[in-house]
């Protein structure tokens, strides 16, 4: 028998600062390295985006008329910090206490995402996350927000993705010139990242104790290609090297242990300092929120330069490693018209494994399907594929309930279209439509999807039907 939906679940629907707001040199906002990255020349940048600078409270009006009880969205930092660190733009502030009010108004659960990709350029100059005083910038800026927003908002996210940001930069630009990161160095910025979140992790609950904090990572199960041996341990080293150890160490204290031993195998593992477990082994989140969009399959890597492959219809992402894993396809999946799995069961799976390595409450920040949608000339927008993969996630998410799984709320990618980190306006994701092309403004109308009359339903029924 199915269990239903808890009484007071967050449905809700996300986006992040950059990727919507627009306004990028408006109110005093300083240079985030996504104004600095080089990103795709035949795709939006991000100056306009959706405009939600200036139209936030047309949009949380209509987020309020679907009926959402979240919505997740990212502070800029740059907004708020300049420069990172030092003096603070009060009309940054003042935007996000808008944007909270104006949520509030409604009866909106604000859900913020403190640091959603875009680091503020003057600490990238510094550094970035290669140097320790970034950690410092990272608690200063949180505690500027929990003075600030900490009595009106309480659910907070970390940081989002870290998992994506260290294993694959390139996900949200690439610095000029092009240059990746040495992997040692991907794993120092990790560790350092870890601490500054365990650090903020701790503040929040001395700061505001009633709040509930989490990170937010990409998690996905993997599958072995086969049922051979091999395939499963290597299957099991993806998910480890790629989900695991970015959970383990807010949740558990440490590095994942066979992640620790794989960094020191190959003289890559972080430079530790005195203190640093100290800081680590002190944090607790309060739940996790994670980001779903599929599963991978992995075979037993064959020691050759095929184990290193691109994901397709994407930016040249590298997957696979000579040794450990490499990537392979899945007869019984689907696959979005972008080449991405597509895999409701998986969510079930995925939400299972999480939940018994971590016993908390999960929070579910991003999951979706980006398309072409097609504007009608009476205003419509037909976009069933996406009622369906979200009707059959939810599904599934309904059974990871049944299962035991404990869930706090179902907050999709995205409350209102967004530029896409590759496809810019090509490719959307909202419930709604923002009416503009890749160059073309146009006036940035907003029409309500299909989706969104569909998900409205869905929400009234507190996701029964
Ligand atoms: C996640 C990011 C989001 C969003 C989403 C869709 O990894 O957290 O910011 O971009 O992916 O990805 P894309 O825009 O590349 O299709």
């Not at 989490?214 to 499963?232: H, I």
């Not at 403004?441 to 869905?458: A, G």
Request: glycine share 8%; charged share 25%.
């Amino acid at each position: 028998k199915l269990k239903p939906f808890p009484e007071h679940f967050l449905w809700g629907a996300s986006t992040s600062a950059y990727q919507v707001e627009g306004a990028v040199n408006e109110d005093g906002k300083g240079k985030s390295i996504i104004d600095m990255y080089e990103h795709p020349a035949d795709v939006a940048d991000f100056a306009v985006a959706s405009d939600h600078y200036h139209r936030y409270k047309e949009d949380i009006r209509l987020f309020a008329e679907l009926g959402m009880k979240a919505y997740r969205f990212s502070v800029a930092w740059t907004r708020i910090l300049p420069q990172g660190t030092g003096e603070v733009n009060e009309k940054g502030l003042t935007f996000y206490r808008n944007v909270i009010a104006e949520c509030r108004k409604y009866g909106i659960e604000p859900v913020v995402t403190m640091y959603h990709f875009d680091l503020p350029y003057a600490l990238e100059e510094k550094g970035g996350w290669l140097n320790r005083a970034t950690i410092d910038a990272f608690v200063e800026y949180a505690e500027i927000l929990f003075e600030n927003f900490g009595s009106n908002v309480h659910y907070w996210l970390t940081i989002n993705e870290q998992n994506t940001m260290i294993l694959h930069p390139g996900a949200i630009g690439l610095p000029k010139g092009g240059k990746l990161p040495e992997k040692k160095d991907m794993y120092q910025q990790n560790h350092h990242m870890m601490l500054a979140q365990a650090r903020v992790m701790k503040l929040f609950h001395k700061m505001i104790p009633e709040g509930k904090i989490g990170p937010a990572l990409n998690l996905t199960a993997m599958y072995p290609a086969t049922c051979a041996p091999e395939d499963a341990i290597a299957a099991h080293n993806w998910e480890v090297l790629r989900c695991w150890n970015f959970a383990d160490v807010p949740t558990k204290g440490w590095y994942h242990p066979l992640a620790w031993s794989y960094m020191e195998d190959r003289g890559i593992a972080p430079e530790v300092l005195e203190g640093d477990r100290e800081i680590l082994k002190d944090a607790a989140p309060d739940f996790l929120a994670m980001n779903y969009y599929s599963t991978a399959t992995i075979a037993a890597s064959k020691g050759d330069a095929s184990d290193v492959a691109a994901r397709a219809g994407d930016q040249q992402i590298m997957l696979g490693e000579q040794g450990v894993y490499r990537p392979a396809e899945n007869p019984y999946v689907g696959k979005t018209e972008y080449g991405w799995v597509v895999d409701p069961v998986g969510f079930r799976y995925t939400l299972r494994k999480a939940y018994e390595r971590y016993h908390l409450p999960i929070l579910i920040t991003e999951n979706g399907i980006g398309a072409p949608d097609v504007l009608e000339a009476d205003g419509s927008i037909h976009d069933d594929y996406r009622i369906n993969f979200i009707k059959e996630h939810l599904q599934q998410m309904r059974l990871a309930i049944t299962d035991g799984v404990e869930m706090l709320g179902y907050c999709p990618w995205a409350a209102i279209d967004v530029v896409s980190t590759h496809q810019g306006y090509r490719k959307r994701y909202g419930f709604i439509y923002v009416d503009r092309e890749e160059f073309d403004l146009k006036e940035l109308k907003r029409y309500p999807k299909d989706s969104y009359y569909w998900y409205q339903q869905v929400i009234r029924e507190n996701g029964s039907s």
